[in-house]
């Protein structure tokens, strides 16, 4: 590190183009390669990469040359992809079907320091980067502005383990194209669009009639497969009756045949491994054991290779809140998706899986420890935790901000808080202010309104909340990262990683 003490030294007296003589260092990122001394420092704000040294990749980093042979460099796109080329644990990996993996989504950015503390040394993998099309577009990001995030974050905590990326909720195939090319490690494709809701819902006599109009050869092949047989899969017993079969038929022959394609003409194609997700949760159409087993049996026929699969699960798996529903009833079905997800060599993928406490043991039980879980939210609500504990005003401004546009973003989420029991903020002490990230409306309100907020731009053009969050977060950047590993830590704790 001796080396880059002059550097230090100069952005400490203010002689780079930086006007503070606050320096954080970050002691984790320190590291030699190539001739190449790195380190990652934080200004204000900003973080920067110091690099003292010669060679390939000295030449290679963009930064202001501040010493002889001594460059600061801001954390670039070009800059990230400089790193991907020499050190590889900064490229996103994929982790197949026999490790426990978390989505820890992070749309601010900010969080990945946090994951990293909270996953290491733990049983888990962590899926870093992990943002629906829905979230980046509510947030104005794109796909590498998460990938820049999460690559900068392991480099700044030197985390050489590994960790994935996902195109999260992809339904459109140019999405898929441009998650591929841009390097994610996982694709989980959304087939919701593809499956007919009308038919779960449908009398039995619809289910028929709609059935029927099927060409012969389709229905035969069905029929030939699965009518009146009874399958056994690692010990649970399956049978396929007329009404049954036409309903599953109904529900997921298009979306089946669009996995199908997709694995074929991308997946597949691609020579480095990628963990491909199949997503049939966003849907009203919870995903019975039967249905589940048709489609993974169709997939399995079709020499589609999943590496996890989300079915819809009985219950509500509301944002941010824990597990609404039947706890006996859960069990029993989950037991079984687990059972089948085994039986065909992929693992349960278990959405809006943050702050689900009451069923994390049971997902740990059945899974066998082998499972997929995502959380995105929570993240963000535990920024807005440090915002309370240290901004009481600022974060006032936000939750009165959040109660008058709560409705606009219905149309984006089902969520079903009682606002009207939230505590009125003019009744709550600046100190108790971040008691309402523990109460499970205030959290929905917050959730969701993420998009609005950090969106939200006064007459003058002026983000009202963005620009000054951003740096409180960044000043309470210690803050955030505790409050991450004590609660995505609670998760990982109660999952058994
Ligand atoms: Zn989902």
Known sequence: MEKLIPIIELLKQGKVAVDTTDVKVYEKSNTKHDNVQMLMVKLESNKYILAVGSGPLYDELTGEEVIKKGKVCSLTHENRLVLNRYFDYTVPRAFGTKVATIGLGDRLGLASPGHIETVRDRNVSPVLAQQSIRELSLTNRTMNDILDAAAFAVFQEGYEDGYGADGDHIKEESDIRHALSLGMSMITLDCSEQIDKTAEEASSETVQIE????????????????????????????????????????????????????????????????????????????????????????????????????????????????????????????????????????????????????????????????????????????????????????????????????????????????????????????????????????????????????????????????????????????????????????????LGL
């Open 211 to 494: 059935y029927n109009k099927l060409p012969e050869d389709i229905k035969i092949r069905y029929e030939d497969h699965y009518l009146n047989k009874t399958f056994q899969v690692n010990g649970l017993s399956l049978t396929f009756d007329n009404i049954s079969l036409m309903r599953n038929v109904l529900l997921y022959h298009t979306a089946i045949k669009y996995m199908t394609h997709v694995y074929n003409k991308y997946i597949s194609k691609e020579n480095r491994p990628i963990d491909f997700e199949i997503s049939i949760d966003e849907t009203e159409t919870i995903t019975s054991p039967l249905s589940h087993f048709f489609v993974a049996n169709e997939l399995s026929q079709k020499n589609v290779k999943l590496v996890s699969l989300a079915p819809k699960f009985c219950g509500e798996f509301q944002k941010g809140i824990d597990y609404i529903g039947d706890l006996e009833q859960f069990e029993k079905e989950l037991s079984e998706h687990a059972l089948i997800a085994e039986h065909f060599g992929y693992k349960l993928s278990i959405h809006s899986g943050s702050d689900k406490f009451k069923v994390f043991p049971i997902i740990a039980k059945y899974t066998k420890g082998v499972f997929h879980v995502k959380t995105a939210g929570t993240n963000w609500l535990e920024a807005i935790r440090v915002i309370a504990k240290t901004n009481p005003s600022f974060y006032r401004k936000m939750h009165e901000f959040a109660l008058e546009h709560f409705e606009e973003t219905l149309k984006y989420y089902h969520v079903t808080p009682d606002l009207d029991g939230v505590q009125p903020l003019e009744n709550v002490a600046d100190t108790d202010l971040p008691d309402y990230m523990n109460d499970d409306a205030a959290r929905q309100l917050f959730h969701v309104t993420y998009g609005l907020i950090l969106t939200h731009k006064d007459d003058s053009g002026d983000y009202v909340f963005k620009d000054d969050f951003f740096k409180m977060l960044s000043k309470h950047e210690t803050e955030y990262t505790d409050e991450l590993v004590r609660h995505i830590g609670r998760h990982a704790d109660m």
